[in-house]
């Protein structure tokens, strides 16, 4: 059982836009930033948005970012055959002191 | 360019030990918080356990007392001593560099198994 909550699954067809949550609480979210990785198979985590709603350099800005409150959202827009991954959030537990995971959702471009 | 490189993985018997190492280039080790993340077969990511700049240490309950993070200045190197090892502890370990309080930039992997 993840600390941060996610779908599992989400999927789209090329072109258009969809959003995966993160849901957390007070000890994480709530107080601390958030990122987003995505994980192609048998390959490592790759940051997709740090600091909420950063893109390092590299990253299209097709993908963006929002927190709200104890909850996180990306959003994928003009969605492309590429952009089939897996999908985690992020963000630091005061509690742990640690990072804490969502249990990540795969992306499916139909 | 920041580079991670992670060695050490293999096949371990249950109650066995091993070390894991993640060689550093780029950037000093030693400067930011870095931390070991793992991937259970087919599972998604867990934390393992971080190092701080100042050198404080912090692991998940499902490691500690059996898992120690250490990092070696000289060699630009951070490591995983992982002891008492369980099947449940087989996965792919992940070293990474923090950015802005997380991690940011990753290593390749190595896989751990832990099997009789």
């Known amino acids: 059982q993840s600390v941060l909550t996610q779908p599992p699954s989400a999927s789209g067809t090329p072109g258009q836009r969809v959003t995966i949550s993160c849901s957390g609480s007070?000890?994480?979210?709530?107080?601390?930033?958030v990122n987003w990785y995505h994980q192609l198979p048998e390959t490592a985590p790759k940051l997709l948005i740090y600091?909420?709603?950063q893109r390092p350099s590299g990253v299209p800005d097709r993908f963006s970012a929002s927190k709200s409150g104890t909850s996180a959202s990306l959003a994928i827009s003009g969605l492309q055959f590429e952009d089939e991954a897996d999908y985690y959030c992020?963000?630091?537990?005061?509690?742990?002191?640690?990072?804490?995971f969502g249990g990540g959702t795969k992306l499916t471009v139909l | 360019e920041v580079q991670l490189v992670e060695t050490g993985g293999g096949l371990i018997q249950p109650g066995g030990s091993l070390r894991l190492s993640c060689a550093a280039s780029?950037?000093?080790?030693?400067?930011?918080?870095m931390s070991w993340v793992r991937q259970a077969p087919g599972k998604g990511l867990e934390w393992v356990s971080v190092?701080?700049?100042?050198?404080?240490?912090y692991y998940a309950d499902s490691v500690k007392g059996r898992f120690t993070i250490s990092r070696d200045n000289s060699k630009n190197t951070l490591y995983l001593q992982m002891n008492s090892l369980r099947a449940e502890d087989t996965a792919v370990y992940y070293c990474?560099?923090?950015?802005?309080?997380?991690?940011?930039?990753w290593g390749q992997g190595t896989l751990v198994t832990v099997s009789s």
């Open positions: 990474a560099r923090h950015l802005a309080g997380l991690p940011g930039h």
């Open positions: 780029g950037f000093t080790v030693s400067s930011d918080y």
């Open positions: 190092m701080y700049s100042g050198g404080i240490t």
């Open positions: 007070s000890s994480n979210i709530g107080s601390n930033t």
């Open positions: 600091s909420n709603s």
């Open positions: 992020a963000s630091w537990d005061d509690s742990l002191n640690g990072p804490v």
